[in-house]
């Protein structure tokens, strides 16, 4: 559909009253909340930080030495790289990767029984218990796992009263209290876009492939996954590109050397003062973030229409 056609059934199923409203105030929101900040943000990353000038460089002067700083790390440094920092980006990407799948993992049963249910009492209750947790803020429920993850926690306290363990487990250095709470913190959206594709799935579709003989394996491979594929794609982007931008899980539930990407821009924005060195470690997992993304979408041939869905 062209996009005179496209506008033309918006203002016509909307009015052009309301229609111009929602569009003006859509509009404003992506301007001001998402692209002017990401400009600012670029701007930054490309200035030196006033502090640090050198003899003849200017506060307004371009300049590409904070990517530098974080590929090749201070001038005269020992090492050939910045090792570190390098290895945190690289950890946060994968970490985040494990995370999506490990949502994907518990949420897709979930999501094809609760799509595939019939309306009953049941199911809504199920689907308020799901939510009510998310009632609680945030940076709360971190702390409540970080009091179940923790060495003298809950659960440690469980399995040493029955005798599994004889002295409390490291979940916080081990990063399983990490993995969990980031999971937790955005499983819902992971849910939620599959259960809805999986809801206007025809139910007759799965009763004939069975009566033909199909295996549930066959079924799901062959028939849900294409079809709920919009909302695993949906899901999964949301999930991955918020588990590798979280700040408040990293903070409180990871341990010594479990240190988040995330945590080094704040680091550099709060503790340094060094916003322009922030602004660029900030772009580059941006970046890094939607080139990741878009990737997997062109692997798994799903188109941005889809997401959208």
């Known amino acids: 559909m062209k996009k005179p056609k496209l506008f033309a059934a918006y203002f016509r199923n909307n009015g052009l009253l309301l229609g111009g409203i929602m569009l003006f105030l859509v509009s404003v929101w992506i301007v001001i909340m998402i692209l002017l900040p ?6 930054y990353s490309f200035r030196p930080n006033p502090v640090n000038l050198r003899p003849g460089e200017m506060a307004d002067d371009y300049t590409l030495k904070n990517y530098r700083y974080l590929v090749f790390g201070p001038e005269g440094a020992s090492g050939m790289f910045n090792t570190v920092d390098l290895m945190v980006f690289v950890r946060t990407i994968i970490a985040a ?9 518990l949420c897709y049963p979930l999501a094809y029984y609760l799509g595939q249910s019939k309306g009953t009492g049941f199911l809504r209750l199920l689907v308020i218990l799901l939510v009510i947790p998310y009632w609680i803020n945030e940076i709360l429920r971190a ?3 970080r009091i179940i993850f923790g060495d003298v926690g809950v659960l440690n306290g469980v399995m040493m009263s029955l005798g599994l363990i004889d002295q409390p487990y490291d979940f916080i250095n081990a990063d399983i209290a990490l993995y969990a709470g ?7 959206l992971m849910l939620f876009p599959m259960y809805n594709v999986i809801e206007s799935l025809d139910r007759n579709q799965i009763e004939a492939a069975r009566d033909m003989g199909a295996s549930w394996v066959r079924i799901h491979r062959r028939i849900v996954i294409p079809h709920a594929k919009p909302g695993i794609a949906s899901g999964m982007t949301m999930v991955f590109m918020l588990s590798a931008g979280a700040l408040a899980a990293p903070q409180v539930l990871g341990g010594t050397s479990s240190l988040w990407f995330t945590q080094l821009v704040y680091q550099w924005f709060n503790d340094t003062l060094n916003w322009q060195q922030g602004a660029a470690y900030a772009i580059v997992l941006l970046v890094a973030s939607i080139a990741i993304v878009l990737t997997f979408m062109k692997i798994f041939k799903v188109n941005m229409g889809d997401i959208g869905k």
Not at 38 to 43: A, E, G, H, Y
Not at 97 to 105: E, F, P, R, S, Y
Not at 182 to 188: D, E, F, K, T
């Open 143 to 145: 702390f409540a796992l």
């Open 38 to 43: 990401q400009i600012f943000m670029l701007d």
């Open 182 to 188: 980031l999971g937790y913190a955005y499983i819902l």
């Open 97 to 105: 990767m494990l995370v999506t799948v490990m949502n994907l993992i």
